[in-house]
């Protein structure tokens, strides 16, 4: 079975840094991994889509790679603000009917 | 289209009762997706559709867990004698066919079991 495993569990950082969310994977047969933000109590929002056979994608400040040989993925945010504090997930798809969830990390950005 | 929506946004209730959650998806995608959330964890797959089809359950989708999907649009999971193990986010999802599309999830439904 896929295994998802997200670090940092937690992150706080001063606003104005770049930082780097980790996400890695056991099984790189996977279709996509997709990088999602939780806010407390509400759904999530997808942040950005990479197909398996794609190295990175990069939408604003956010910028995601996957490196799917060695089952990773990396979130970069530039520039944090306070407004980016929230749960990140990384999920991977595998077939018709799944999507693995990491258990996120939760990013705090201090004013 | 203002993507995936799922009503109640809250819901409590008392032990031993039903209670029924919807969910609309985004109204091209004919894949739907049902998902559980606990504190401090990530989503974990409960079922799918395919238009009107359920295709998979998963063993968290007890006996007491029933899903439908007629016509192939809106879903609804009803969860009969509710269990306090059972407050959680139900958050419900929708895709395109093809397996490269993403995913597009809903606020999701919080309930809690008193």
């Known amino acids: 079975k896929q295994e998802v495993t997200q670090i940092p569990a937690a992150l706080s950082v001063p606003e104005g840094e770049n930082l780097v969310l980790n996400c890695s994977f056991t099984d790189s047969a996977i279709y996509n991994l997709q990088w999602f933000r939780q806010d407390p109590g509400k759904g999530l929002t997808s942040l950005l889509l990479i197909q398996s056979s794609q190295r990175e994608q990069t939408s604003g400040r956010l910028n995601a790679s996957l490196d799917k040989s060695s089952g990773r993925s990396t979130l970069y945010i530039a520039a944090s603000q306070p407004g980016d504090s929230a749960t990140y997930l990384c999920?991977?798809?595998?077939?018709?009917?799944?999507?693995?969830f990491g258990t996120g990390t939760r990013l705090t950005v201090i004013p | 289209d203002t993507g995936v929506s799922q009503d109640p946004r809250h819901k409590i209730t008392k032990r031993g009762q039903n209670v029924t959650f919807r969910c609309d998806p985004i109204?091209?995608?004919?894949?739907l997706y049902w998902y559980r959330q606990t504190l401090g964890q990530g989503p974990e797959f409960l079922t799918y559709?395919?238009?009107?089809?359920?295709?998979?359950k998963s063993r968290l989708l007890s006996d007491r867990f029933s899903a439908e999907r007629p016509k192939g649009s809106f879903s609804t999971l009803e969860i009969q004698r509710t269990e306090q193990g059972d407050s959680a986010m139900y958050l419900c999802a929708s895709s395109q066919r093809n397996f490269n599309y993403g995913y597009t999830f809903g606020s999701g439904t919080r309930l809690t079991v008193v």
């Open positions: 109204s091209e995608h004919n894949r």
């Open positions: 999920a991977v798809k595998t077939g018709a009917n799944n999507l693995f």
């Open positions: 559709f395919q238009n009107e089809a359920q295709l998979e």
